[in-house]
């Protein structure tokens, strides 16, 4: 009876292991699509635009456009957010390069 039971939690903790990392995996990969595809669109003209006024208007950032151009300070922007997309994607296979990303966040 005992064994019978220690069978069945092995086998729910080893369902619940495997639906856990399905989830990871999911969730990891989905915000990778989603800021790749963010630092993508940085590239294109209308995006350069569109966060043109946010630049522009914010006290933090307004002097970027005195040395950078619209579309090179996007472009920019769009290189920083595909590499971090790149570091979030890296972390199973390579997490030493992936503790780049986790220590901007620290």
């Not at 019978?4 to 999911?26: P, Y």
């Not at 208007?57 to 920083?80: D, I, K, Q």
């Amino acid at each position: 009876m005992a064994t019978l039971m220690q069978d069945t939690v092995h086998a729910k903790s080893s369902l619940s292991f495997q639906v856990e990392a399905v989830g990871r995996a999911l969730a990891r990969y989905g915000l990778v699509v989603v800021v790749g595809w963010i630092g993508l669109m940085k590239f294109t003209g209308y995006e350069a635009e569109g966060i043109r006024p946010f630049v522009a208007n914010s006290p933090l950032m307004s002097w970027v456009y005195g040395p950078l151009s619209v579309r090179g300070f996007s472009a920019l922007l769009g290189v920083v957010e595909v590499a971090v997309a790149l570091l979030i994607a890296a972390r199973p296979l390579l997490p030493r390069v992936s503790l780049l990303h986790r220590c901007g966040q620290g």
